[in-house]
């Protein structure tokens, strides 16, 4: 596996999975056939940026979210939502820029975005999270909070 891979890997796992140690890591990346040294998965913890909070890894995003939190206030124009998807509708050219903000923030309740030119499609998990999905975005992209 590549290093590149294996970096995917592991931010998958722990997107996922909750992780409390190198040994839980290192079972899960053999479950997808990448075996590791302990000294190389430092490392790459290391260059992803992981850390521990409240006893999981962790991706640290904050430095991300801080550059995109003052452009998306302005770029959204109105969110609508039916009972399973929810649209945002931004400024021309401005619709990844919302969506990226919204993936680095990696709510539970949003499985991803697709985004177009000045629209954003955004995934619920499941139906029933639809409205609380669209309260969250409203309090992250209109109120800026």
Same mark, same amino acid.
């Given at each position: 596996?590549?290093?590149?891979?294996?970096?995917?890997?592991?931010?998958?796992?722990?997107?996922?999975?909750?992780?409390?140690? %190198?040994?839980?890591?290192?079972?899960?990346?053999?479950?997808?056939? !990448?075996?590791?040294? %302990?000294?190389? /998965?430092?490392?790459?913890? $290391?260059?992803?940026?992981?850390?521990?909070? %409240?006893?999981?890894?962790?991706?640290?995003?904050?430095?991300?979210? $801080?550059?995109?939190?003052?452009?998306?206030?302005?770029?959204? /124009?109105?969110?609508?939502?039916?009972?399973?998807?929810?649209?945002?509708?931004?400024?021309?050219? !401005?619709?990844?820029?919302?969506?990226?903000?919204?993936?680095?923030?990696?709510?539970?309740?949003?499985?991803?975005?697709?985004?177009?030119?000045?629209?954003?499609?955004?995934?619920?998990?499941? %139906?029933?999270?639809?409205?609380?999905?669209?309260?969250?975005?409203?309090?992250?992209?209109?109120?800026?909070?």
């Amino acid at each position: 596996m590549t290093k590149h891979a294996r970096h995917y890997a592991i931010k998958e796992i722990i997107n996922r999975v909750p992780i409390a140690n %190198q040994g839980e890591l290192l079972r899960e990346l053999r479950k997808r056939k !990448c075996n590791v040294t %302990q000294a190389t /998965l430092s490392r790459d913890l $290391q260059d992803l940026g992981v850390g521990r909070v %409240q006893g999981k890894y962790v991706l640290h995003r904050a430095p991300e979210i $801080q550059v995109l939190r003052p452009l998306v206030g302005i770029e959204v /124009l109105s969110i609508e939502a039916n009972e399973n998807l929810i649209v945002v509708h931004t400024l021309p050219g !401005c619709a990844n820029t919302v969506g990226e903000f919204i993936d680095e923030l990696n709510p539970s309740d949003i499985i991803g975005t697709v985004a177009g030119d000045n629209t954003l499609l955004v995934v619920p998990r499941i %139906q029933s999270k639809t409205k609380a999905v669209m309260l969250f975005l409203k309090d992250k992209l209109i109120e800026g909070t």
